[in-house]
């Protein structure tokens, strides 16, 4: 059974950051890609970043240089940096894994809010 379970949403001021961390109960290594998408209320669920099994990084072209994905293999967690946090960034952020497996199967975590107020 794989499980990835989110942390470290909250409320934050605009300019201010926030860290978030996914922990996942298998090797994030055995993912072909990990990383985050963001829901905002009455919009569709939108890419925010993704990091390949190689540590290949991908990025809404919006958000490039403001938030970083990056990953602990040892420790099994991907964590999402976003600073300069924007009152559009408010959102639920999920935590996504594809399995390297013959099916590819997509996992998805419950999901953390974040809220930036102006």
């Known amino acids: 059974q794989v499980q990835l379970v989110e942390s470290g949403g909250g409320l934050v001021q605009a300019g201010g950051s926030l860290r978030l961390s996914c922990a996942a109960s298998?090797?994030?290594?055995?993912?072909?890609?990990m990383g985050w998408y963001r829901q905002a209320p009455g919009k569709q669920r939108e890419l925010v970043a993704l990091?390949?099994?190689?540590?290949?990084?991908n990025y809404a072209d919006s958000l490039k240089g403001r938030f970083t994905v990056s990953r602990d293999i040892t420790k099994n967690i991907v964590d999402l940096q976003m600073n300069s946090l924007k009152p559009e960034d408010t959102a639920v952020y999920y935590c996504?894994?594809?399995?390297?497996?013959?099916?590819?199967?997509?996992?998805w975590g419950q999901g953390t809010q974040v809220t930036v107020s102006s």
């Open positions: 990091m390949s099994s190689g540590g290949t990084t």
């Open positions: 996504y894994g594809k399995r390297a497996t013959l099916t590819q199967d997509i996992y």
């Open positions: 298998k090797s994030v290594l055995s993912f072909i890609a």
